[in-house]
């Protein structure tokens, strides 16, 4: 499943040679990982609720093209790797006509929220360990 969103590029993203500026894009990987939540029928404040959260550990991106303001922009957001503890998405940014922009993968892990401990996604959200399992591309444990 790939888990598209599309994105103006607005003038505050850019830096003063008119490009995005590179920390902007860890802003859209995240806006991929909870449209690809979203489109899975869940909402990330329903497991915020139920004290679990998933922080990012591990962040990489390849930039390919330069994003300019005012460019539309989609970001691809799929699941590459998943396990009880650990997501791996894949994200891919193109513009409009197909032209690669960035690639990258975002590792997230499932915490309890109130003190950080590690979290089995199978235990605390089963429905949801179920629906990833389905989604995903490489399955490990």
């Not at 505050?12 to 008119?18: F, R």
């Not at 032209?99 to 590792?107: I, Q, V």
């Amino acid at each position: 499943m790939i888990s598209s969103r599309e994105i103006e590029v607005r003038y505050s993203e850019t830096d003063q040679m008119g490009v995005v500026y590179h920390a902007n894009y860890l802003t859209w990987f995240e806006l991929g990982r909870t449209k690809f939540f979203q489109d899975l029928g869940y909402h990330i404040m329903d497991l915020e609720q139920k004290g679990i959260i998933f922080p990012v550990r591990e962040i990489n991106i390849e930039y390919l093209t330069a994003c300019r303001y005012g460019e539309v922009i989609i970001v691809e957001t799929s699941v590459k790797k998943f396990s009880k503890i650990k997501t791996v998405y894949q994200h891919v940014i193109k513009n409009k006509d197909g032209e690669l922009k960035a690639r990258g993968e975002s590792t997230v892990v499932c915490v309890q929220k109130d003190n950080f401990s590690l979290a089995k996604i199978d235990k605390v959200a089963p429905d949801v360990y179920e629906v990833y399992k389905n989604v995903t591309t490489t399955k490990s444990s």
